[in-house]
């Protein structure tokens, strides 16, 4: 709007008689500051132009490093956008490493690879300072590193690699020394292939490293280097493969303050060593797959989320130290013989996972369930199981009556939670046409059928 008002102005100040051209000047002059006018007005009632500017640059970090959004893009949109996306270190600091960021020259006699111009003007405005890299690219990777690895990597704090898994075939080292370090490998897949050696090496090898969350997924890596210089983690996530328990008893050893953990053990051979038991007086969440042996080898008096599988419940929970926890969720992949009917449930569970169990048993919970177990449970999570709709039914009378009902009468037990949510995937005993009655007294139930 404001070049065609400037180019309209600019002609009426011509000293040329055209009466015609003036006219059409003149309107085309108005339609222009009407649409002007128009658009400010448009402007004044949007909602998004009303975000206090920290929110936007949230916004504007999401959609940059997790959907691929150009950041000239949204520099382009308006002048407040500009002036938020121009004043955001994390943004700026934040590079993403795709397949169209390198481009292959040819040269008089042999073949070249050069970065991209995003990625130059990226690396020149930060003046090399990156703290956020994250590589979809090995071979992008490969030419960032060559042309700014030594001044750069030393001043990430967020270095994230999610490579396809035909890509990774070469083993790659840097010297960096990040809070964060993520590798995901995609197709997902339990990677029992090569172990591969633990990329990153920082300038001193005997100092503790600064990762305090490391999270690895679909790949082998040997964590026998730097078990011992993990004194800062606080959450660890190894899946898509096998950690060993001597390696997992390093690592906690060495991470006292280490609060989430989720691994996969190596299938059980014969019985490891005794360790003692080693105090995780910070640990709130623990995932874990085959682990009995990691229970017995441990102490969590914080510990409130569980969740096991491939594990014998009922000696788990025989293990757990201190016993009777006072957990607020517990989450059970059922894939053992064993039975849990003669263990009572923690009162103050809040969230309830089982998966993956028979019809007999899946039934028997949720009877004691509906009997008064677990007063505190607003999450009830029963996917992969041969649940069937009428002991859920009695569940949700008792659990979630009407509210007019309540109004009327007292409920059955005034005393139970009612439940926000259920879940019920893929269950084939669950019948979808009784659906919209749940769906009407739980306010969130999740349903897929059995393909």
């Not at 180019?7 to 500051?33: C, I, K």
């Not at 008096?301 to 130290?321: G, Y």
């Not at 009428?390 to 008792?398: H, I, P, T």
Request: glycine share 4%; hydrophobic share 40%.
């Amino acid at each position: 709007f404001d070049e065609a008002i400037v180019s309209a102005r600019a002609g009426l100040l011509r000293d040329t008689y055209d009466p015609e051209g003036n006219a059409l000047l003149n309107v085309a002059l108005d339609t222009a500051l009407l649409a002007r006018h128009e658009h400010r007005k448009r402007l004044e009632k949007s909602f998004i132009l009303k975000l206090p500017d920290e929110v936007l640059a949230i916004i504007f970090r999401e959609v940059i490093n997790n959907y691929g959004v150009p950041r000239n893009n949204l520099e382009l949109v308006c002048r407040g956008w500009r002036q938020v996306a121009r004043n955001m270190p994390a943004v700026w600091t934040a590079l993403i490493i795709e397949e169209d960021s390198y481009k292959v020259r040819k040269g008089a006699d042999y073949l070249y690879y050069e970065l991209s111009n995003s990625v130059k003007q990226l690396m020149e405005a930060c003046s090399g300072r990156v703290a956020d890299l994250r590589a979809c690219s090995v071979g992008g990777l490969t030419q960032w590193y060559k042309a700014y690895g030594d001044q750069s990597s030393r001043h990430l704090e967020h270095l994230t690699f999610h490579f396809q898994k035909e890509n990774i075939r070469q083993t790659f080292f840097m010297k960096a020394n990040p809070i964060s370090f993520t590798w995901q490998v995609s197709p997902y897949y339990s990677g029992y292939g090569e172990t591969r050696p633990f990329p990153l090496r920082s300038e001193d090898s005997k100092l503790p490293l600064r990762l305090k969350e490391l999270t690895i997924s679909g790949v082998n890596l040997d964590f026998s280097t730097i078990c011992a210089r993990l004194s800062d983690l606080t959450k660890m996530s190894i899946d898509g493969f096998n950690l060993r328990f001597t390696q997992l008893v390093s690592v906690m050893k060495a991470s006292p303050h280490l609060a989430t953990l989720k691994v996969a053990m190596e299938p059980e051979g014969e019985a490891p060593e005794s360790v003692g038991r080693i105090l995780l007086s910070s640990l709130y969440s623990l995932d874990i797959r085959r682990g009995g042996d990691v229970i017995k080898s441990i102490t969590v008096p914080s510990l409130r989320k569980l969740a096991i599988s491939e594990t014998d419940e009922e000696q788990t929970f025989q293990d757990l130290r201190p016993p009777d926890l006072p957990l607020v969720s517990l989450g059970i992949k059922r894939n053992s013989s064993t039975t849990l009917e003669n263990h009572s449930l923690p009162p103050t569970l809040q969230s309830f996972s089982l998966t993956h169990w028979d019809g007999a048993s899946i039934d028997k919970w949720i009877d004691r369930l509906t009997a008064g177990e677990c007063p505190q449970l607003t999450h009830l999570n029963v996917s992969l199981t041969h649940v069937k709709t009428e002991s859920l039914a009695r569940l949700v009378k008792v659990r979630n009556p009407p509210i007019d009902q309540q109004l009327v009468q007292p409920a059955v037990n005034p005393q139970l939670n009612r439940l926000e949510s259920l879940e019920v995937l893929y269950c084939e005993k669950f019948s979808a046409k009784f659906l919209p009655w749940f769906r009407i007294r739980v306010p969130r139930v999740s349903w897929a059928p059995v393909e």
